[in-house]
């Protein structure tokens, strides 16, 4: 039986091709208090391969492929639900991570400044 490196590569992207996109996630809400927060990431999946054969001066010769799939998560939003109020607080691209963290606070505060106006009212 031949391998076939052309057939074998464009099956797998036939079955992967959905997959290969960015797409938008929504992930688990969490709750704090009255405030609901609901994470929104985008999610991208590649894939790459390579392949070739060769002949020596000898008349030996080989055959090598190789292929490879990656992923890749980064939080886009957060959507924070209080009451009827819904606020996108949107992650800027780069330091994703730091300014989800660096934001964590400011939330804090706004629940705790609401919370206590809700008190005395």
Known sequence: ???NFKNNI??????????LKEKTVIGEPIQMGNVTLIPAMT???GMGNGGGD????KGS????SGGG???RVSPTA???????EVEILPIAKGHAFEKLMDMVPNLMEKMDIKSKKEKEA
């Open 10 to 19: 464009d099956s797998m992207f036939e079955k992967f091709e959905n997959l």
């Open 43 to 45: 999610v991208s999946f």
């Open 69 to 71: 799939f990656g992923a």
């Open 54 to 57: 060769e002949t020596d001066q």
């Open 61 to 64: 010769g080989g055959t090598g």
């Open 78 to 84: 957060m959507i924070v639900v209080k009451a009827d």
């Open 1 to 3: 039986m031949e391998f």
